[in-house]
């Protein structure tokens, strides 16, 4: 099967790539400098729980950030032809999976309790209206929007790289 590299730009790659980059630092900045309240009732980064429990959290979410950034550059650098396959095709889609899942719903959401469509969010469970000009409405914005572009960047890198990939031959019986 014979590839056409002449189209083949490797800009959404790089671009992913750039992505992954800032979200593996972002992350080992909040392991390292402690971005860990106990006292909060809310899950996450200042949410409450065990210490170990948000340092396996974000030590997970660094290594796949770290680990996303090496395969999405294997579909474009010479080394990356040496490495197997599913080892850089099976990430990539398991990544754009969680970005999209992420990333999707949760900007839909903000962009819908932004023009007041859903004033008590998406599913109306929020027990209090949600206040647009908060700090805490902007930083879901920015946060949701952040996972919608690494969305936007990783589901056409991996969609060029799984084009351009050669498959084997099926035997027929």
């Known amino acids: 099967m014979q590839t056409n590299n ?8 790089y671009s992913a790539a750039a992505w992954l980059g800032v979200s593996f630092v972002w992350h080992v900045q909040m392991g390292v400098m402690g971005a860990y309240d106990p006292d909060s009732v809310s899950t996450g980064p200042n ?4 210490l170990w429990l948000f340092l396996a959290y974000d030590g997970l979410i660094t290594l796949m ?3 996303g950034a090496v395969c999405v550059l294997a579909t474009v650098r010479p080394w990356g032809a040496r490495a197997p396959g599913c080892l850089v095709r099976v990430p ?11 990333g999707v719903p949760g900007l839909v959401e ?3 309790e932004a023009v007041g469509l859903t004033p008590h969010g998406l599913l109306g469970t929020s ?8 700090w805490d409405f ?8 952040f996972f919608f572009i ?14 351009r990939t050669p498959r084997r031959p099926t035997h027929a019986r």
Do not use: Q, Y
């Open 92 to 102: 990539l889609v398991i990544g754009c999976v969680l970005l999209t899942v992420r």
């Open 47 to 50: 949410g409450g729980g065990p």
């Open 110 to 112: 903000n962009i819908t």
């Open 6 to 13: 002449a189209r083949f730009s490797p800009g959404w790659a």
């Open 65 to 67: 950030s770290g680990a």
């Open 138 to 145: 902007w930083k879901d914005m920015l946060i949701n929007g």
């Open 150 to 163: 690494g969305a936007v960047l990783l589901v056409p890198a991996t969609r060029r790289h799984l084009r």
């Open 127 to 134: 027990e209090k209206r949600i206040e647009r000009g908060s």
